[in-house]
């Protein structure tokens, strides 16, 4: 997750883009790259028939199915995505960046 995030964070800085809406936009694309993290992670792991992991955990703690957990993330993350277009909006460089690592990443 590391990586992902400051190959993002280099990428919005060498555009020299307006700093307040990246830093506004900032804690949902955090979210959104740990959202995706955590859904990939989930499905290698059960592929390989582990159950210690942050999805599993979530099902159990609240009495649902990990694939039902999974969806509830998917919708999370498609929340924080749209969050993160209408705080971009009025900034066309952040917009393409965000769309460009949004292909590559996710």
């Excluded at 990246?22 to 992670?41: D, G, K």
Aim: hydrophobic share 45%.
């Amino acid at each position: 997750m590391t990586v992902a995030c400051v190959a993002f964070q280099e990428r919005f800085m060498r555009k020299q883009t307006q700093l307040h809406a990246v830093l506004e936009a900032w804690a949902n694309v955090l979210r959104s790259i740990f959202e995706l993290i955590l859904v990939y992670r989930y499905y290698k792991e059960a592929i390989a028939g582990e159950t210690k992991n942050y999805i599993s955990n979530r099902a159990f703690a609240e009495a649902k199915a990990p694939l039902q957990i999974a969806s509830d993330i998917r919708v999370e993350l498609v929340s924080s995505r749209k969050i993160i277009y209408e705080i971009l909006a009025s900034n066309e460089d952040p917009v393409q960046i965000w769309r460009a690592f949004e292909r590559g990443y996710m």
